[in-house]
C-alpha cells in the first residue's frame, strides 16, 4: 500500500511488559518420598549435564561451566528434575545449556541434543500460587478444560497450564497454517520445543527486536500478522489471548507465533475481549511504524465468515478461496486508520468502547455508525433478534435487510461453531483493555458475574459524538 511508503514515525518506546526476575527456585513443600529418594541418584547421574545458569548465545560456550549439583539443585525442585530426567532418558535431550528467559509462570531453558545436533526449548512452569490466581480467568470458562477440579492446587495447575499450552501448539502446528515452534515433548509441567534459531551464534530475534529492511517490510509483517490471527480464529479456533510483538519470533524471514498457554477457544466467554485486546497490542506496536488499520475492520477481519468477506470485496476482483493470498487482497482493500469515515479520529475509542457481543461477527458498518451517533448505547437488541431469529428458524420474513445478513450467517456457522453460540451469548464488554492493568482485569471478571449490567458508551465519548454531528 504506497502509504506505506515513507510514514515511518518516531519510535514512541512505550514498555509494554514488566517481566519480573524472580528468584528461579519453586519450593514444593510436600514432596513424595519416592521421589525424595531418587533425587540422590537422578541429581548424581544429570547434574553435569544441566547447566542451570544464563544461557550465553557465543561460539564458546564454555562461559564458565556451573553445572554443579548445589546450583541445579538450587534452582529446580525435585520433581522437576524427575520430568526432565525423562527427556534425558528417551533421547530427546542431551544437555541442558541454561537459562534463556525467566518468565512470571516459567522458566524457559536452552537444551541440546549433542548427537542430533538440534536445539530446543524447555518452558518450565512454576508453582507460584498468586500467577495462578489470575491465571484461572483463561480456564474458567474453558470448554476443554471444564472438569478440571484442582483449579486451587499449584502443583496440578501448572501441569494443566503445560498442557494447555501443548496443546494449542500442537494445533496451530499441525494446522500447517500459523509457524510456530515444534512441539516436541510434554512431561508434566516441563514442556519441550524446538528451539527457533538462525544458528548457534544468533538467536532469531523477537518481533519486538526485529530490525525491519524498510516500510514496506513492516507493512508485510503487519498483515502477516493479521492474517495469522484470522486463520488462528478461523481454522484452528483459538485466540491468542496475549499476543504481542513479545510473543512472537521473527525466524527465517517467516513470523512465528508462541507463547499460547494463555490461548482460548471462541466458546470462551471473554474470547472476543481477548481478541480486542490482540488487536490493540498488535496495533499499538506497528503503528509506531507505520499507519494502521481501524481495530474495529481488523476485529471483522478476523471474525466474518469468508462469504461477508468476499462481498464487501471490490466487485470486479474475484476472491473465491480462502487463502494467504486472498487474505492478503483483502487487507489491500480496507482503508487505513482516518482515512475511511466520519470518526476518523478516534473510531478505535469508540471501538474499544463499545460493548462486545459474539454476534458482533456481522455487524454491518451502519450499527456501527448508529452505535456512534448515540442512537444505541449497547448492542444487545441485536444480539437479542439473532437469537430469536435461530430460534424461529425459517420464519424469516422480517423486513430489514440488516437481519437477513444476520440470519445467513447464522445458517453457514459450521456445527461446532454453532454450538458455541448456543452454549453462551451473553457477554459483557470492556474498556481499554491494557494488558498490564489487572486490577481492570479483576473488575472486568466482576463485572462479568454482575449479570445484566448494562455497559454504555463512555460520557466524554458521547459528548464529543454529539458535538461533531452538530457541527
Ligand atoms: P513467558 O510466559 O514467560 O512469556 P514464553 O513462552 O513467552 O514464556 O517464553 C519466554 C521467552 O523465551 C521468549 O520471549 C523467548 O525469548 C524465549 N523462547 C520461548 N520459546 C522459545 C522458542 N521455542 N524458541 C526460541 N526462543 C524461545
Ligand atoms: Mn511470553
Known amino acids: 500500500m504506497d502509504s506505506w511508503r515513507g510514514q515511518i514515525k ?22 513424595e518420598q519416592e521421589t525424595q529418594n531418587s533425587k540422590a541418584n537422578i ?9 542451570t545458569d544464563e544461557f550465553v548465545f557465543k561460539k564458546s560456550k564454555t562461559s564458565k561451566d556451573k553445572s554443579d549439583r548445589a546450583t541445579v539443585e538450587n534452582v529446580l525442585d525435585p520433581r522437576t528434575i524427575k520430568f526432565l530426567e525423562k527427556l534425558y532418558r528417551n533421547g530427546t535431550i542431551t544437555k541442558l545449556n541454561g537459562c534463556i528467559s525467566t518468565g512470571k509462570e516459567a522458566n524457559v531453558y536452552h537444551a541440546a541434543n549433542e548427537t542430533t545436533g538440534k536445539q530446543y526449548a ?11 490466581k489470575d491465571r484461572e480467568r483463561y480456564v ?47 512431561k508434566s509441567h516441563v514442556l519441550c520445543m524446538e528451539f527457533l534459531t538462525e544458528n548457534e551464534e544468533s538467536p532469531s530475534p523477537k518481533l519486538k527486536d526485529y530490525q525491519f529492511k524498510d516500510t514496506e517490510e513492516v507493512g508485510r509483517f503487519y498483515q502477516q500478522m493479521l492474517v495469522y490471527m484470522r486463520l488462528m480464529f478461523q481454522k484452528c479456533h483459538l485466540i491468542h489471548a496475549d499476543l504481542s510483538e513479545y510473543n512472537s519470533i521473527v525466524h527465517k524471514g517467516q513470523l512465528y507465533i508462541f507463547d499460547v498457554s494463555q490461548s ?9 475481549d481477548f481478541l480486542r485486546m490482540d488487536i490493540k497490542n498488535v496495533n499499538d506496536y506497528f503503528q509506531r511504524k507505520i499507519q494502521v488499520y481501524p481495530e474495529r475492520l481488523i476485529f471483522q477481519f478476523i471474525v466474518n465468515d469468508w462469504d461477508s468477506i468476499k462481498e464487501k470485496f471490490e466487485k470486479n476482483t474475484v476472491l473465491e478461496e480462502e487463502n494467504e ?37 456481522n455487524l ?94 463512555k460520557k466524554h465519548l458521547k459528548k464529543k459524538l454529539i458535538k461533531r454531528t452538530k457541527k
Request: glycine share 2%; aromatic share 8%; net charge neutral.
Open 325 to 361: 493470498q486472498t487474505l492478503f487482497q483483502y487487507l489491500e482493500s480496507l482503508p487505513l486508520k482516518g482515512e475511511d469515515d466520519s470518526n476518523a479520529g478516534f473510531e478505535d475509542d469508540i471501538f474499544r468502547s463499545m460493548h462486545l457481543v459474539r454476534s458482533l461477527n
Open 122 to 132: 524447555i518452558k518450565i512452569y512454576k508453582t507460584s500460587v498468586l500467577i495462578f
Open 10 to 31: 518516531n519510535k514512541n518506546q512505550r514498555k509494554k511488559k514488566n517481566r519480573f526476575r524472580l528468584p528461579m527456585s519453586d519450593k514444593d513443600s510436600d514432596v
Open 364 to 457: 454491518e458498518d451502519r450499527d456501527f455508525q448508529e452505535f456512534a451517533d448515540g442512537k444505541i448505547t449497547t448492542l444487545n437488541e441485536l444480539v437479542h433478534d439473532i437469537n430469536l431469529e435461530s430460534e424461529s428458524e425459517s420464519n424469516s420474513d422480517s423486513d430489514s435487510d440488516s437481519d437477513s445478513d444476520l440470519d445467513s450467517e447464522s445458517d453457514s456457522a459450521s456445527d461446532s461453531e454453532k454450538s458455541w453460540k448456543e452454549r453462551d451469548t451473553s457477554l459483557k464488554g470492556k474498556r481499554f483493555e491494557d494488558k498490564d492493568e489487572k486490577k481492570a482485569r479483576k473488575q472486568q471478571a466482576k463485572e462479568l458475574k454482575q449479570d445484566k449490567r448494562k455497559t454504555k458508551m
Open 43 to 51: 541429581l548424581d547421574k544429570y547434574a553435569n549435564r544441566i547447566k
Open 140 to 186: 474458567d470458562g474453558e470448554f476443554r478444560f471444564r472438569n478440571t477440579k484442582n483449579q486451587h492446587n499449584p502443583r496440578k495447575m501448572i501441569k494443566i497450564w503445560a498442557e494447555k499450552e501443548f496443546r494449542n501448539l500442537k494445533r496451530l502446528y499441525s494446522s500447517g497454517l500459523i509457524p510456530t515452534p515444534e512441539p516436541v515433548a510434554l
Open 264 to 272: 482460548v477457544e471462541p466458546d470462551h466467554p471473554m474470547s472476543l
